[in-house]
């Protein structure tokens, strides 16, 4: 490659302009944390990587969030990454983001793992916090629907039901609701407020 005078780099451009009749770089590899500044004959820029065609009819499938550009997102980046906001479903590689292969192999490793620690569970252990309505005070305006991350809540009848399968008790509906027609199961809406201003005394 020297012979051909080719120089490759790992880096992130920033900007580009006219000097003395060529095309300068400037930039940083991303492999030193250095910035780079190289003469260019000509500058291709690369093509963009997008979700396969599928990607949107598994999210809503499998009732899997999905980023701003399309792709599959994790529950948390840096406390879940490879776990999606529904149970027992995990990401890995490109469906989530475009990544190299070292990256796409250790997070498969990592979904694996995760797998393996959940199949070996004799059982299946679900926290007791999950959302419970009131029927009598809902009116069925579809806002906790809305509010949910985990996709736990429909409407049935005028009223909101809760999966208690799906619903991983974040209080998101709970906080939602104008006519507090759903709490917590064993916290109400009353019981926080009250530890909330004994935090604030």
């Given amino acids: 490659m020297e012979d051909d005078d080719t120089l490759y780099l ?11 009749g060529k095309v300068r770089v400037l930039g940083t590899d991303t492999l030193t944390g250095q910035n780079v500044e190289i003469d260019a004959d000509m500058v291709v820029l690369a093509l963009a990587m997008t979700p396969s ?26 406390l879940r990454p490879v776990e999606s906001v529904t149970g027992g479903i995990y990401l890995a590689g490109a469906a989530q983001a475009p990544k190299d292969i070292p990256e ?3 997070q498969a ?3 694996a793992s995760k797998v393996i620690a959940l199949l070996s569970q004799a ?10 309505v009131r029927r009598s005070h809902c009116t069925g305006c579809g806002m906790c629907v809305e509010a949910c991350p985990f996709f736990a809540i429909r409407l049935e009848g005028g009223k909101a039901i809760v999966n208690e399968a799906l619903c ?10 104008l ?8 916290v109400t809406q009353m019981q926080i407020h ?7 005394a």
Wanted: hydrophobic share 35%; with cysteine.
């Fill in 194 to 200: 009250e530890m909330i201003e004994a935090c604030l």
């Fill in 10 to 20: 790992r880096g992130r451009v920033s900007k580009l302009y006219r000097k003395d």
């Fill in 123 to 132: 059982t299946l252990n679900r926290s007791p916090l999950i959302a419970k």
């Fill in 53 to 78: 065609k599928g990607t949107a009819e598994i999210a809503k499938t499998l009732k899997i969030g999905r980023d701003k550009d399309g792709f599959l997102a994790e529950a948390h980046p840096k």
């Fill in 179 to 186: 006519r507090a027609a759903i709490d917590v199961k064993n």
């Fill in 109 to 111: 490793g990592a979904a």
């Fill in 104 to 106: 796409t192999v250790a």
């Fill in 168 to 177: 991983e008790g974040c209080g998101s509906c709970s906080a939602t609701c």
